[in-house]
Every structure is written in structure tokens, then in C-alpha cells.
């Protein structure tokens, strides 16, 4: 098993000469296992350059994972080239959104409406099937092994673990570890507590000993202390995710927007030069970068 980033960017593409580095496209992971079937970590603007690149192998047989449905995740859907051209199949994967009751299929539909597309969803040529996937309930694709997992964020947000050919990984989507709502001295704080330690013991396991963890660091301590509830993590939660659950190679991604090449450079640094006795690689995730588990 194999990936590739496409998009790395937290937010909002940010394109031009202080991102040209580590790249401005917002979140699109391309998965290749031993047998090229092709799983796809959401659909950010970095989908767009992912399906040129398939153009030449059409058609094509896609699996789509959404995360979750704010824009940075989904606006690359409309721009997937491959669904305009039959004989392609792609199959879309994520949550039950929770006020409309409206499942995945709900994100293509609400982005080609009239009024924000020219394109509508009637007019398109490949055969595009949608599923809803629920938290625990693993699913099969080809030979590989998806375990969507509820991540904490302010909408529906999966994380999910892919296994397969012998290797794994686990991608967060957008996810900040869930933050107690109560006062100390309250009466529902311990309640509340045990529930917050419980979800995070239950996240240690599901992910120990991942060949991959790709995780968003949105922010440093400093900046997180403006921005919590945000629904974004930091890169000291990251490493310490990934020590507890033994993971062996840590990839911070879903970068804030604002970040420039030079300042992820210098955090890259500092994480290298503080963190030398972590048994576990850390990388700043790149576009067009792959990795062979």
C-alpha cells in the first residue's frame, strides 16, 4: 500500500510563492494498494490535480472517503473531471448529516445546485453511487479494510483506518481532542470527564501501531490557546497521540492557511530538535510527495 498527498492545506487554497513548497491545496490523499485499487481521503481542491493525472487511465474505478463536509474537504468534487465522462465509476463514502438526515449524497447535490455551479448533478456522464458509512462499521474495499471512526469536530467528522496488504494507516480528518465543557468544581464535570478519557483510550487503541498516522496540527500551542473549540488539533497533541498509541511515522498535515514554507520549516525543526527520543518519524505532509508503507 502506497499514498500520495494532493492537498495538504487547512481551510482555504493558498496558492502563490510563500506555499509553493509544501503546497496551497486543501486536504485530497490518493491511496494505492498492492492490487492499484484507488481510495481517495477527501476531495479538496487537491482532487482536481488528482484526477488529471487518471485521465490517461480512464475509466476509472474511484472510492471517495469524505471526512466530513465543510468546504475544504468537498469543493474539489465539482472539479473531478472523471465524473463528467462515462464509463468512469466513482463511489462516494461518508457520514448521515445530522440536521438534515441527508446522507453523502447530499454534498455533490448542495455544490451543483444553480445558483453556485453551472454544471448540474443530472448532467453528469459516470456512474456515481453514494454510502453512508457509521462509526464502528467496517466495510471492504477490494482487499482493503475501511474502520470509519467518529472523530471530534463541529460537524459529523469520520477519521478512518485503512488496512491493507499487511500495512495501515489512519487519517483524522479535521479533529481537536474534545475539550471538557464543564467548570472543575461542577457536578456533571467528572461525568463529563470519564466520557472525554474513555473516547481517547478508545482512539489509542484503534489506532496502535499504525505504519501511518496523518493527523491535523493546525496550530501551536500558542496560537490554540485563541482558538479552541475550533475544532482544530495542535502538533503537541499530534506527538502525543502518537506516543501512546506507538504509531511509526507521524505525518502533520491540514495546515493553517496563513503558514508560510519558511515558518513550517522552522516548526519542522524545532519538532525535530525537541522530539529527538520519540520512536516514531515525523514528517510535514507535501504535496506530491508518496510514501510506501
Known amino acids: 500500500m502506497k499514498f500520495k498527498f494532493w492537498g495538504v492545506r487547512g481551510s482555504i487554497p493558498t496558492p502563490g510563492p510563500q506555499t509553493n513548497k509544501y503546497g496551497g491545496n486543501t486536504t485530497c490523499i490518493e491511496i494505492r494498494t498492492d492490487n492499484n485499487d484507488l481510495i481517495i481521503l477527501d476531495a479538496g481542491t487537491g482532487l482536481h490535480q488528482l484526477t488529471q493525472t487518471l485521465l490517461p487511465q480512464m475509466p476509472i474505478n474511484a472510492h471517495i472517503l469524505i ?17 463528467y465522462i462515462a464509463d468512469n465509476k466513482l463511489t462516494i463514502y461518508g457520514g448521515q448529516d445530522l440536521k438534515t438526515g441527508e446522507g453523502i449524497e447530499r454534498t455533490l447535490k448542495v455544490q451543483m445546485q444553480h445558483s453556485f455551479f453551472p454544471i448540474a448533478e443530472h448532467e453528469l456522464k459516470a456512474d456515481v453511487s453514494y454510502k453512508t458509512v457509521k462509526a464502528g462499521e467496517k466495510f471492504r474495499i477490494g482487499e482493503a479494510v475501511i474502520t470509519p471512526v467518529l472523530m471530534n ?24 481532542p474534545q ?82 514554507d519558511a515558518e513550517l520549516d522552522a516548526i519542522y ?19 506530491g510527495v508518496e510514501v510506501v508503507l
Request: with cysteine; aromatic share 12%; charged share 20%.
Open 67 to 83: 471526512t466530513h463536509t465543510h468546504w475544504d474537504h468537498i469543493h474539489g468534487l465539482p472539479f473531478c473531471t472523471p465524473i
Open 153 to 176: 469536530h463541529p460537524v459529523i467528522n469520520f477519521g478512518y483506518r485503512i488496512d491493507c496488504d499487511g500495512k495501515s494507516l489512519f487519517f483524522t480528518g479535521d479533529y481537536e
Open 179 to 260: 475539550l471538557n465543557i464543564y467548570e472543575p468544581d461542577g457536578s456533571e464535570y467528572q461525568n463529563f470527564q470519564q466520557m472525554i478519557d474513555e473516547c481517547a483510550d478508545s482512539l489509542v487503541q484503534t489506532i496502535q501501531g499504525v505504519d501511518a498516522l496523518i493527523i491535523d496540527s493546525s496550530f501551536t500551542e500558542a496560537e490554540y490557546v485563541h482558538k479552541k473549540n475550533w475544532g482544530h488539533g495542535t502538533y503537541s497533541g499530534a506527538l502525543r497521540l502518537a506516543t501512546q498509541a506507538k504509531v511509526k511515522r507521524l505525518f502533520f498535515t491540514h495546515h493553517e492557511p496563513t503558514r508560510t
Open 269 to 287: 525543526a524545532e519538532l525535530l530538535t525537541n522530539n529527538q527520543q520519540m520512536n516514531c518519524e515525523l514528517i510535514i505532509a507535501q504535496e
